[in-house]
């Protein structure tokens, strides 16, 4: 449960001050799969950053699930990071030449997960993103952009977080890539009940979240369900 | 994260680019070998100095006559300068001065030897039957200068190694024959009684070179004075040594009638006093030595400084992306720390290792002895270690103050 009231985020000081949020507030519940759309410049990644915890508001007040984090210090983000947000990034960001099975164990190495029951836990969430167990020995860099992504969504699945945080997924991937990606993330949402929040500005992205919350210039001008919700059709294509 | 994630981590960072990480090893490696070998070189040379020193006798005081006797100095100060030291000074403070375990003085005269058709210019020395004892001469073949020799002023020698060597050849004939052949010394015959056994080089002078008469013998045929050059007196322990060296000059102030110690004409040199004198000269070129070599370690560990922070600006994204999945500033840098000590570690293992066989090597040509002591290994290695920790810390502080959102979007 995520609950924003009333955010500001102001960057500089005095003539140079530039507000980016101007007052955001809403709620998304457990098991939600929400997009957030909007231009560049409109706010949107520095929404992304306050609700992943890597950045704390000017103003307002950001609870996740119950526990206020807008007034929390770095090493208490990061703490927060660890244990309730899983991010899966618009370039990846894996470990090149590390072996799949040992990016998706990396978060657990900060958790202090026992290293015997690390690589079961990466597993299961490898199965989960839908990567053949063929590929978890391979390194990172031999792979193709979808696995590459299904990588990092089991990367971001490993701790069993509150939220999946993911910042223009599908933007390095072509269409049908794209599509499988979000086809996991459709599927984890539905089987799992993990909650999503998808940051895109595209919004033909969007429309495979249940609620899609539009915004412009530090506000939201935006925030319903999405009634015409597109199902991925990775089956259309052929696997890789 | 557990000690063995970070080695872990550590050893992948590290591999992951294995001509870098080689070539920064390499630095630490030459700082710490050179270290090692340099130290080993002094410390060696110095063993082997202060050893020369011991041979010329234990707990020994030299007494000579006082810087009148100086070439150049005016004649008339001269006078009685020269002779100042007497036999009787040798009994006087055998018989005078407590914990003086023997007394041994001595004349010197460069002569002219000869011997069947070969000849050589050597020092000739009258010594009494206990210059043996206090400048630990050993006799390999014969016997060495007898009291009733002594008393009778017999025209008998005993031969250093290298006389015994000018004069009767290099090779082949064993000593045991040369004892009982004659020798001319200023024109008389002397009868060889024995060989001594090498002593080696003491640095200025060849010990070696020398050939032995009775003191009487050479007062009596030689210099045809009652003065002796010098005065070896032994003390009883190495403890007493410095009440010796003050009682026996107050004890020849008194006996040649002088009042102020600074006019006095004789001086006593304490061999401790030596070898304090030529270890603080060896140690100060050790030093220097280890500090040059301490300039490479320096520039070594600048090296791992150079390419810590090349990593660090390389990993920039791998940080922040590290941070987003939750590690604390406390995990970052742990992991650039291990990495840049594990670099010196590394470094400094090869490196004594290199060390070592470079001053086996050394020790093995002859050149010079060297000596690798425990403390200079544990130093190159506590240094190298410090070292990572110092040139490594700067750039994994760095790496852990990353903003996470700003090190994901560098390109």
């Known amino acids: 449960m995520l609950e924003l009231a009333g955010i500001t985020k102001t960057y500089g000081e005095g003539d140079a001050a530039f507000e980016a949020l101007k007052g955001v507030s809403f709620t998304v519940s457990d098991g939600e799969f929400v997009a957030i759309m909007g231009p560049s410049g409109s706010g949107k990644s520095t929404t992304m950053h306050i609700l992943g915890c890597l950045d704390t508001p000017s103003s307002g007040s950001y609870r996740l699930n119950g526990t206020d984090v807008s007034t929390m210090s770095d090493d208490q983000l ?24 040992r990016n998706v164990m990396l978060p657990l190495i900060y958790t202090g997960v026992p290293p015997e029951e690390r690589a079961l836990r990466a597993r299961s969430a490898l199965l989960a993103a839908g990567l053949k167990e063929s590929h978890f020995l391979h390194r990172s860099n031999e792979l193709s952009g979808g696995q590459v992504q299904r990588v990092a969504i089991a990367r971001a699945l490993v701790n069993d977080p509150v939220l999946i945080l993911a910042d223009e997924p599908t933007g390095n991937l072509d269409t049908r890539t794209g599509e499988l990606v979000l086809h996991t993330f459709q599927r984890l949402n539905e089987e799992r009940g993990t909650t999503v929040v998808l940051i895109t500005h595209e919004p033909y992205i969007a429309e495979h979240a249940t609620r899609i919350i539009t915004i412009r210039d530090g506000r939201i001008i935006a925030d319903q369900p999405n009634r015409s919700r597109r199902t991925a059709r990775p089956d259309d294509y052929d696997d890789q | 994260m557990t000690i063995n994630d970070i080695l872990q981590e550590t050893y992948i960072a590290l591999s992951a680019n294995k001509a870098r990480s080689g070539l920064t090893i390499l630095g630490i490696v030459i700082g710490i070998a050179s270290v090692i070998a340099l130290v080993a070189i002094g410390q060696g040379s110095t063993a082997a100095i202060q050893s020369s020193i011991a041979s010329l006798g234990s707990n020994l005081i030299e007494i000579s006559p006082g810087a009148q006797r100086t070439p150049g100095s005016p004649v008339r100060q001269a006078a009685g300068s020269a002779a100042s030291l007497s036999a009787d000074d040798a009994d006087a403070i055998l018989s005078g001065v407590a914990d003086v375990a023997n007394v041994a003085p001595s004349i010197s005269a460069r002569e002219q030897v000869a011997a069947k058709g070969t000849n050589t210019n050597t020092s000739v020395m009258g010594v009494t039957p206990s210059y043996a004892s206090v400048r630990d001469v050993a006799v390999s073949d014969g016997t060495f200068i007898t009291d009733s020799q002594e ?54 002078s060849n010990e070696d070179d ?25 003390a009883a322990s190495q403890d007493a ?20 110690p600074a006019r006095a004409d004789f001086s006593v040199l304490n061999q401790n006093d030596l070898i304090s004198a030529v270890s603080s000269v060896s140690q100060t070129l050790t030093l220097l030595l280890g500090a040059i070599a301490g300039i490479s370690l320096l520039v070594g560990g600048i090296g791992i400084m150079n390419m810590m922070l090349t990593t660090v600006t390389e990993r920039t994204r791998e940080i922040g992306l590290r ?76 790496a852990s103050r990353l903003n996470p ?3 994901l979007r560098y390109e």
Not at chain 2, 245 to 258: E, F, M, P, V
Not at chain 2, 342 to 360: E, K
């Open chain 2, 323 to 398: 941070k987003a999945i939750g590690a604390t500033r406390t995990d970052i840098t742990t992991q650039f720390l291990a990495e840049a000590i594990a670099l010196t570690v590394v470094g400094g293992v090869i490196g004594i290792a290199l060390g070592w066989g470079i001053s086996a090597i050394v020790d093995a040509t002859g050149a010079v002895t060297t000596v690798v002591s425990l403390g200079s290994v544990g130093l190159a290695f506590g240094v190298s270690a410090l070292i990572g920790i110092v040139f490594g810390y700067y750039p994994a502080r760095r």
């Open chain 2, 241 to 260: 040594m410095t009440q010796v060296q003050a009682d026996i000059t107050s004890l020849l102030l008194a006996r040649h009638g002088i009042s102020d």
């Open chain 2, 210 to 234: 020398v050939i032995y008469v009775p003191m009487l013998s050479a007062q009596r045929y030689l210099t045809g004075s009652r003065s002796v050059n010098s005065i070896s007196v032994e």
């Open chain 2, 151 to 204: 008393a009778s002023a017999a025209k008998v020698a005993v031969l250093g190694p290298a006389a015994s060597a000018n004069l009767f050849g290099y090779s082949g004939a064993t000593t045991s024959d040369i004892v009982g052949q004659r020798i001319r010394i200023n024109n008389l015959d002397f009868t060889v009684i024995g060989v001594s056994a090498p002593k080696g080089g003491s640095g200025f």
């Open chain 1, 78 to 101: 990061a703490d927060v990071r660890r244990e309730k947000i899983g991010f899966v990034f618009q370039s990846f960001n894996l470990l090149p030449r590390t072996t799949v099975l």
């Open chain 2, 405 to 407: 959102i700003e090190a």
